[in-house]
C-alpha cells in the first residue's frame, strides 16, 4: 500500500515557540492531504484539509492564524503550531487520498507535540 | 451532516473467542465504510473498507465486517480473537459526494483487550 510519512514522530518545545511538522507522501502524488488532531484515548478530529497549490480549508473551530498549513508540493504538506502552548499539546496526524479507486486515504505515523 | 457512533467504550473478549466491535452511522445518501487499528502512539492502519456489492467484506488480520444498510450498521468480527488484536479500533465514514467529498468522519473509538 501507500506509504505516509510524518517528522518529527515527536517534538518538545517551549511556551510561545513554533513547531512544523510535515506530512510525505512517499510514493503517490497527493494534491489533498489531511491534517487530525488526537487527544488521548479520544477519536481524531479533522483540523483541516490542505489542497497543493492552493489555501488550506478549516474545520469550524479551528484557529488559522494558529495552525498554518502548507501544501508546497504534490508530496509535501506541512502544519505549523505557532506560538504554542500547553493546551497545544497533542498527537497530529496527517492522512492523504491516492488517487484511483474510491480515493482510499493512507495514514501517518502520527507526530507527539508536547508543549511545556 | 455524516456522523459514525460506537457505542462500547471497551470490548472485552479471551482469547480464541470471537469478538465484535459496534458500529452505527448516519450518512445522506450510500455511505463507504472502514475501519481502521491503531496501537499506542501510532497512526491509524487500514483493516477494511465496504465500498459496495457483497455486505460482507473481509479485510487484514482475519477481520470482517458486515454492511447491514436497514439497520445502518458496519460491525468489525473475528473469528477467533488473538491477544495482540489488543488495539483501539475506530469506524469511519465518508459520504460520496457534497460538501464533505473526501472526509472521512471516525467514532469515537472502542478499546479492544483480548485476555490471554
Known amino acids: 500500500g501507500a506509504v505516509v510519512s510524518q517528522h518529527p514522530s515527536w517534538v518538545i518545545c517551549k511556551s510561545g515557540t513554533s513547531v512544523k511538522i510535515e506530512c510525505r507522501s512517499l510514493?503517490?502524488?497527493?494534491?489533498?492531504m489531511f491534517w487530525y488532531r488526537q487527544f488521548p484515548k479520544q477519536s481524531l478530529m479533522l483540523m483541516a484539509t490542505?489542497?497543493?497549490?492552493?489555501?488550506?480549508?478549516?474545520e469550524q473551530g479551528v484557529e488559522k492564524d494558529k495552525f498554518l498549513i502548507n501544501h508546497a508540493s504534490l508530496t509535501l504538506s506541512t502544519l505549523t503550531v505557532t506560538s504554542a502552548h500547553p493546551e497545544d499539546s497533542s498527537f497530529y496526524i496527517c492522512?492523504?487520498?491516492?488517487?484511483?479507486?474510491?480515493?482510499?486515504?493512507?495514514f501517518g505515523p502520527g507526530t507527539r507535540l508536547t508543549v511545556l | 451532516a455524516q456522523s459514525v457512533a460506537q457505542p462500547e467504550d471497551q470490548v472485552n473478549v479471551a482469547e480464541g473467542n470471537p469478538l465484535t466491535v459496534k458500529c452505527t452511522y448516519s450518512?445522506?445518501?450510500?455511505?463507504?465504510l472502514f475501519w481502521y487499528v491503531q496501537y499506542p502512539n501510532r497512526g491509524l492502519q487500514f483493516l477494511l473498507k465496504?465500498?459496495?456489492?457483497?455486505?460482507l467484506v473481509k479485510g487484514s488480520y482475519g477481520f470482517e465486517a458486515e454492511f447491514n444498510k436497514s439497520q445502518t450498521s458496519f460491525h468489525l468480527k473475528k473469528p477467533s480473537a488473538l491477544v495482540s488484536d489488543s488495539a483501539l479500533y475506530f469506524c469511519?465514514?465518508?459520504?460520496?459526494?457534497?460538501?464533505?467529498?473526501?472526509?472521512?468522519?471516525f467514532g469515537q473509538g472502542t478499546i479492544l483487550t483480548v485476555h490471554p
Open positions: 492522512s492523504a487520498p491516492q488517487a484511483g479507486v474510491f480515493n482510499e486515504q493512507f
Open positions: 510514493d503517490f502524488q497527493a494534491t489533498t
Open positions: 490542505s489542497n497543493e497549490g492552493s489555501k488550506a480549508t478549516y
Open positions: 450518512v445522506s445518501g450510500n455511505p463507504y
Open positions: 465496504y465500498i459496495t456489492g457483497d455486505n
Open positions: 469511519a465514514v465518508r459520504s460520496r459526494g457534497g460538501t464533505s467529498y473526501g472526509k472521512l468522519t
